[in-house]
C-alpha cells in the first residue's frame, strides 16, 4: 500500500473541506510550503519554453514530467543509462 502524496491530500481536502480539521489542513499547507521552498525550478530560454509547452500538451503531460521523459531518453540513447528493450521470443501481451 502506497502513502498518497501531498497534491493528493491536498485535493482530498479540498473535496471535503467542511470536514477536514483545522489542524489536518495546517499540517498539509506547511508540508506543501516545505515541498514548494525546496523544489527547484529549472529555467530555459522563452523558446525552449514554448515547444515544452508544446511537447506537454501533445503527451499528455506537465511540463516537469516532460523534462524528466526527455532527460530519461536522451540518457538511454546516449547509454549512460540501461535500455529496456524486448526479446524477440518474449511475452509482449500485445505491446510492442
Given at each position: 500500500?502506497?502513502?498518497?502524496?501531498?497534491?493528493?491530500?491536498?485535493?482530498?481536502?479540498?473535496?471535503?473541506?467542511?470536514?477536514?480539521?483545522?489542524?489536518?489542513?495546517?499540517?498539509?499547507?506547511?508540508?506543501?510550503?516545505?515541498?514548494?521552498?525546496?523544489?527547484?525550478?529549472?529555467?530555459?530560454?522563452?523558446?525552449?519554453?514554448?515547444?515544452?509547452?508544446?511537447?506537454?500538451?501533445?503527451?499528455?503531460?506537465?511540463?516537469?514530467?516532460?523534462?524528466r521523459y526527455i532527460?530519461?531518453?536522451?540518457?538511454?540513447?546516449?547509454?549512460?543509462?540501461?535500455?529496456?528493450?524486448?526479446?524477440?521470443?518474449?511475452?509482449?501481451?500485445?505491446?510492442?
Amino acid at each position: 500500500m502506497s502513502t498518497p502524496d501531498t497534491a493528493t491530500l491536498l485535493e482530498d481536502a479540498a473535496d471535503r473541506i467542511a470536514d477536514i480539521s483545522r489542524a489536518d489542513l495546517q499540517i498539509m499547507l506547511r508540508r506543501a510550503a516545505l515541498r514548494l521552498r525546496n523544489a527547484g525550478a529549472l529555467s530555459m530560454d522563452d523558446d525552449v519554453e514554448e515547444v515544452l509547452r508544446d511537447l506537454a500538451g501533445e503527451f499528455g503531460m506537465t511540463r516537469n514530467d516532460t523534462i524528466r521523459y526527455i532527460v530519461r531518453e536522451w540518457l538511454e540513447k546516449n547509454t549512460y543509462l540501461p535500455v529496456h528493450s524486448l526479446d524477440e521470443d518474449g511475452d509482449i501481451d500485445g505491446n510492442a
